[in-house]
């Protein structure tokens, strides 16, 4: 499925744009994410995928497309402005506060977000309501029992699923995820499988992954970035036998 109940995708990059001197790293790329979709982006190294989640989250201007997501116009929009418009994106465990406990990385996450609606409680409603919150957010990522250890100790899949407990806590209607598998053993890689898997029940997920195994077993919508430019998107039936993306993979052919 590629559209909403409405027929429009909640995500919609048209048209974008970015060059790097004489290079083009992003070359007229459209790509939408439909309500509850993970749309996967594939793409040999330098294709411009990470070029295209710091587009999209606002870490780069853009020269020339827009952006809107669900409704609002966030081409120009700050980076804070696109969270609070609902992109949530993860940093590879670089948004962690390494030397604090997993609660207080949550807490502080919690907090940030959770913006006017507190306005009535009293203090100690308050606290209590922001704790129940990382707790459930500790317990969505089975980070339960690791909610005293101080973050910077965990092992990187732990680590990993902190950061997308941080990205969550801004309640995000599209979450980015860059590479989310990196460094990981195959017991880690299945558990994020599975983690990614049960978060597209709130929200829709732009995912970037090296991982094939795991991107066909999680996306709904796989694209195919070359030299900046969408070669393909479909189904994984459709990406495997797409002969232009086996010759990009097996490196069999020139597909300029
Ligand atoms: N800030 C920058 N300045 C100049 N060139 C850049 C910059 N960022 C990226 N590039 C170039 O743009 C192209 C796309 O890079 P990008 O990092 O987006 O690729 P990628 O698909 O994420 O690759 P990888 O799979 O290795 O992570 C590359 O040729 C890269 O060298
Ligand atoms: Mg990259």
Do not use: W
Request: net charge negative; charged share 20%.
């Amino acid at each position: 499925m590629s559209a909403g109940a409405h027929g429009t995708p909640l995500f919609q990059a048209r048209g974008l744009v970015k060059r790097f001197g004489g290079l083009i790293a992003a070359n007229d790329v459209s790509i939408d994410v439909a309500p509850g979709e993970v749309h996967a982006l594939i793409g040999p190294n330098g294709a411009g995928k990470s070029t295209l989640v710091n587009l999209v989250s606002g870490l780069l201007p853009l020269d020339a497309g827009s952006i809107v997501l669900d409704g609002a116009d966030i081409t120009r929009a700050t980076p804070h402005a696109r969270v609070r418009a609902g992109l949530a994106r993860c940093f590879q465990v670089t948004s962690i506060f390494a030397g604090d406990t997993v609660r207080d990385n949550l807490l502080l996450a919690v907090q940030a977000h959770a913006g006017s609606s507190f306005r009535f409680f009293a203090d100690r409603a308050r606290e209590s309501e922001l704790a129940e919150r990382a707790q459930a957010l500790a317990r969505k990522v089975g980070l339960e029992d690791a909610l005293d250890r101080v973050a910077g100790t965990l092992p990187h899949g732990a680590q990993r699923k902190l950061d997308v407990a941080l990205a969550l806590a801004a309640r995000p209607k599209l979450l980015l995820l860059d590479e989310p598998m990196a460094g990981m053993g195959p017991e880690d890689s299945a558990r994020m499988v599975e983690l990614v898997r049960q978060l597209r029940e709130e929200t829709a997920i732009l995912l970037i992954e090296h991982d094939m195994d795991a991107v066909f077993q999680l996306a709904d919508r796989i694209s195919v970035l070359v030299y900046g430019t969408v070669l393909t998107s479909g189904d994984a039936e459709h990406v495997k036998g797409h002969p232009k993306v086996q010759a990009v993979y097996l490196g069999t052919e020139d597909t300029a």
